[in-house]
């Protein structure tokens, strides 16, 4: 059975930073993209950023792009998630995703992990 389990969340004030981390459990992740989703009150999921095994293929949202480094450790099957500058429309619960193949920014990922807080004061 596959666990992704988030970490890093919190309260942060804007303009400050925080790291997410993503450890995967239960599979070989081998050619497994890996990646974050968000979801803020009343908004609908959205992508925010994916990075393929090799680490040579990466997507990043618009919103957020310049803000954002994803990496991975594929020895510990992690992907992290350094995010700068956060501003308070960055408050909302950041998924990690994992899908066999390439990096995509629609839905179409096979596993999802529970979530963590974010939440950005102004």
């Given at each position: 059975q596959?666990?992704?389990?988030?970490?890093?969340?919190?309260?942060?004030?804007?303009?400050?930073?925080?790291?997410?981390?993503c450890?995967?459990s239960g599979?070989?992740?081998?050619?497994h993209?890996?990646?974050?989703?968000?979801?803020a009150?009343g908004k609908?999921?959205?992508?925010?950023?994916a990075?393929?095994?090799?680490?040579?293929?990466?997507l990043?949202?618009?919103s957020?792009?310049?803000?954002?480094?994803?990496?991975?450790d594929?020895?510990?099957?992690?992907?992290?998630?350094?995010?700068?500058?956060l501003?308070?429309?960055?408050?909302a619960?950041y998924?990690?995703?994992?899908r066999r193949g390439?990096?995509?920014t629609n839905?179409d990922?096979?596993?999802w992990?529970q979530?963590?807080?974010?939440?950005?004061?102004?």
């Amino acid at each position: 059975q596959v666990h992704l389990v988030e970490s890093g969340g919190g309260l942060v004030q804007a303009g400050g930073s925080l790291r997410l981390s993503c450890a995967a459990s239960g599979r070989s992740f081998v050619s497994h993209a890996m990646g974050w989703f968000r979801q803020a009150p009343g908004k609908e999921r959205e992508f925010v950023a994916a990075i393929s095994w090799s680490g040579c293929e990466i997507l990043y949202s618009d919103s957020m792009k310049g803000r954002l480094t994803i990496s991975r450790d594929n020895a510990k099957n992690t992907v992290y998630l350094q995010m700068n500058s956060l501003k308070p429309e960055d408050t909302a619960v950041y998924y990690c995703v994992t899908r066999r193949g390439r990096v995509v920014t629609n839905m179409d990922y096979d596993y999802w992990g529970q979530g963590t807080q974010v939440t950005v004061s102004s």
